[in-house]
């Protein structure tokens, strides 16, 4: 549990970094995203989900801070593990001695986990402000995107606050890992009531602050730095979109969106 | 004197790549108190989550009472070490203020009867027995910092770990807690406070050790730590009230007796001045 709040942590926590992923424009980045994410549900080819987990691989290390994003997936690929347990428990019922069932459960977490990997990659990468921005500019009202930007935004805080919990009430004796399933759920509320009152009471003072700042006093807003285009966003999004087409045309023999049209 | 925790070449860094503590090497002595004094950041609750196993060693090693801390369980150790978190909020759970109490005893196992005696006994050491059926939640924060103190309690440790337990209170409130550790030693418990509050630990402890960007920068009594202003600032700490009017005196028998407590300024004054014979 440690792990994953960790993981969680690392994933959506600020830090600016000076790697060309985290300076390239979010929209542009969010459009990107979309442009992987299409063909991995057009296809259960696992060939194509090598080719793309080798391009994100490729991103990763040369485009970003490949240390932080692999922290962040390591706890993941744990949760990742169970699931997988659980569909092929599912898929293989009654026969629990089935290849095709372990096949198939691979494909489904292979592409899970490259959604997942996407996902990182994104919010590893991007500065919450700068999302805020991207999705006033694309005349999401502030007020709106603020609050998903918000939601985004604590997903640390509550990890670190889960992380603080658990360490407390295991000092106190609290053992997950021993009892039975329902034994262990139940195990699960001295974590879980804390975390929801902080969250709970979180939100007031969020709610103060951002009152007594005058937050939505007027519906226009400006920022301190402006998103701009510029020329890497565009050629990073083509050479994605380029890199997606070869890759799907060459395994799948037919051209992706065109086809899907 | 007898070693109850022995950290060695302790070095730890987070997922992020934070080193936070960097070849730590500490010794810690049956029934004394205790001060591990740093700013923010220094690395001080990195290293007590390694007293009870929560932190396990990248390098080096931490033994309590003799056990490595990587080959016991959080649980086992936490019978020997009980932490005393710094936000109350990030362990109460009950419904009831004696749940709360009665939590740690029941994870260990214990008998219905000695929870019941126990609960009891240290509800009514840290004046919350009235207020046993109440949630948690309704407590003042003073009070929440004494149950939260009293939780541990309940189940004897031998060491008392209190992560920061000065950050909000006011200085009655100070004083009391003050008086509860003073109690704590009386009944041989090695206490270790963890803290950054300077003014707190001028009276009542034996040995204070500082820490600075994960590393121990000084160590002992605390008539030579809060006297030694280049050690202090460069762990990120001012003097505390004091030494420094004592140090502003420039009289030399400052540095003879280097008093820490108002009594102990006052009388220096009154001998500078002659005016006792």
């Given at each position: 549990m440690r792990g994953i709040m960790e993981s969680l942590y690392e994933m959506f926590i600020f830090r600016r970094e000076n790697k060309f992923l985290n300076n390239v424009d979010p929209r542009m980045k969010f459009l990107t995203l979309i442009i992987l994410m299409t063909p991995i549900f057009l296809t259960m080819n696992p060939l194509f989900y090598m080719a793309m987990f080798l391009f994100l691989l490729f991103q990763t290390f040369t485009l970003a801070n490949s240390r932080r994003i692999f922290f962040s997936l390591k706890g993941i690929v744990k949760l990742l593990i169970m699931f997988y347990i659980v569909i092929y428990i599912f898929n293989a019922y009654?026969?629990?001695?089935?290849l095709e069932a372990a096949y198939f459960s691979f494909i489904s977490i292979f592409r899970f986990f490259l959604l997942v990997y996407m996902f990182t990659l994104f919010f590893t990468t991007t500065y919450i402000d700068d999302l805020a921005q991207a999705l006033y500019k694309l005349k999401v009202p502030y007020h709106v995107a603020y609050a998903l930007v918000l939601s985004v935004r604590f997903v640390p805080t509550v990890a670190r606050d889960i992380i603080q919990i658990y360490d407390a009430q295991r000092s106190r004796?609290?053992?997950?890992?021993?009892?039975g399933f329902f034994e262990r759920l139940r195990k699960m509320l001295p974590i879980l009531i804390p975390a929801f009152i902080i969250s709970i009471l979180r939100v007031d003072f969020v709610a103060e602050a951002l009152e007594s700042r005058a937050?939505?006093?007027?519906?226009k807003r400006t920022f301190m730095t402006e998103l701009k285009l510029r020329k890497h966003d565009i050629v990073y999004i083509l050479l994605s979109f380029a890199y997606v087409l070869t890759t799907y045309t060459l395994i799948e023999g037919e051209v992706p969106f065109l086809t899907w049209m | 004197m007898e070693t109850v925790i022995e950290v060695r070449n302790l070095s730890y860094m987070y997922?992020?790549?934070?080193?936070?503590?960097?070849?730590v090497s500490l010794d810690v002595y049956l029934g004394e108190k205790l001060v591990i004094l740093g700013s923010n950041g220094a690395g001080k609750s990195t290293l007590i989550k390694h007293f009870n196993g929560l932190l396990k060693p990248q390098r080096g090693y931490v033994k309590v009472f003799g056990v490595d801390t990587r080959k016991a369980s959080v649980a086992e150790l936490s019978r020997k070490v009980g932490i005393v978190f710094q936000n109350p909020y990030h362990q109460f759970f009950s419904e009831k203020v004696w749940d709360e109490v009665a939590f740690a005893l029941k994870n260990f196992g214990y008998s219905e009867e000695t929870i019941k005696y126990r609960v009891t006994k240290v509800l009514r050491l840290f004046d919350l027995y009235d207020y046993?059926?109440?949630?948690?939640?309704?407590?003042?924060s003073g009070e929440m910092r004494r149950l939260a103190i009293a939780s541990i309690l309940a189940y004897d440790p031998d060491i008392i770990v209190l992560d920061?337990?000065?950050?909000?209170?006011d200085r009655i409130q100070k004083e009391k807690l003050k008086e509860y550790i003073r109690l704590l030693s009386l009944q041989n418990k090695t206490i270790i406070l963890v803290t950054h509050?300077?003014?707190?630990?001028?009276?009542?402890?034996d040995r204070i050790v500082v820490m600075s960007n994960g590393m121990i920068v000084g160590e002992g009594s605390p008539r030579e730590i809060l006297y030694d202003e280049e050690l202090l600032r460069k762990a990120n700490l001012i003097l505390p009230q004091i030494p420094e009017i004592a140090l502003k005196m420039g009289d030399s028998a400052v540095f003879k007796?280097?008093?820490?407590?108002e009594d102990e300024l006052l009388s220096l004054i009154v001998d500078i001045l002659g005016v006792r014979k």
């Open positions: 009654p026969n629990f001695l089935n004796g609290l053992e997950l890992d021993k009892g937050f939505g006093s007027s519906p | 997922p992020g790549g934070i080193v936070a503590l960097k070849n046993a059926d109440k949630p948690p939640f309704e407590l003042s920061e337990p000065t950050v909000g209170q509050d300077i003014e707190f630990v001028t009276e009542g402890f007796k280097k008093p820490l407590t």
